[in-house]
T-cell receptor, first 114, second 112 residues
Framework: AQSVTQLGSHVSVSEGALVLLRCNYS??????LFWYVQYPNQGLQLLLK??????LVKGINGFEAEFKKSETSFHLTKPSAHMSDAAEYFC????????????FGAGTRLAVHP | DTGVSQDPRHKITKRGQNVTFRCDPI?????LYWYRQTLGQGPEFLTY????????KSRLLSDRFSAERPKGSFSTLEIQRTEQGDSAMYLC??????????FGPGTRLTVL
């Protein structure tokens, strides 16, 4: 079985500060890992994905994430937060060997204040 | 715009009524997924289709729920005898084989 745990349901940062959103996964098989962003009343947009290639993955809007197998983690970072980054972020895992049904974490709401 | 579309965007219904939602995937995508998202939670997988074949259903999909994808194009999700616990955002996504899933804007269901 696969699962995802996102530590911290709410994270608040100042504009220009480092953004760190935490994600730990559990998977009995090599996983594919994803970060999605959801703005109010909108669907989910893919930020980045890990599919067993490079462990440091760069995504859109300046976000990146590092796959650490030893820590079963896939934390999302951005060096400098913008006001427009305020949204809900979801980490997800899927089975790499078959179809890509996604298992999501509960989400982290990011607030960015001036 | 050729993204995933869902209709309606909002639906308010009374308990016990039936509702049907529609999802139009990106035209060349052969896979279509339904997820449900309740307040404060991440999306939960409900079911998925490859072309017209429904290949997996979550245990969350009780016998009051049915999904179809006739001719492998659009899909419908029907909920019969709605309950207040069915209130949620229903998300549709599509992909070409194992590639990235593109999500629609969702249908928000409120059961009174």
């Amino acid at each position: 079985a696969q699962s995802v745990t996102q530590l911290g349901s709410h994270v608040s940062v100042s504009e220009g500060a480092l953004v760190l959103l935490r994600c730990n996964y559990s998977s009995s098989v090599p996983p594919y890992l994803f970060w999605y962003v959801q703005y109010p009343n909108q669907g989910l947009q893919l930020l980045l994905k890990y599919t067993s290639a490079a462990t440091l993955v760069k995504g859109i809007n300046g976000f990146e994430a590092e796959f650490k197998k030893s820590e079963t983690s896939f934390h999302l970072t951005k060096p400098s937060a913008h006001m427009s980054d305020a949204a809900e972020y979801f980490c997800a895992v899927s089975h790499s060997g078959g179809y890509n049904k996604l298992i999501f974490g509960a989400g982290t709401r990011l607030a960015v204040h001036p | 715009d050729t993204g995933v579309s869902q209709d309606p965007r909002h639906k308010i219904t009374k308990r016990g009524q039936n509702v049907t939602f529609r999802c139009d995937p990106i035209s060349e995508h052969n896979r279509l997924y339904w997820y449900r998202q309740t307040l404060g939670q991440g999306p939960e997988f409900l079911t998925y289709f490859q072309n017209e074949a429904q290949l997996e259903k979550s245990r969350l999909l009780s016998d009051r729920f049915s999904a179809e994808r006739p001719k492998g194009s659009f899909s419908t999700l029907e909920i019969q005898r709605t309950e207040q616990g069915d209130s949620a955002m229903y998300l549709c996504a599509s992909s070409q084989d194992y590639n990235e899933q593109f999500f629609g804007p969702g249908t928000r269901l409120t059961v009174l």
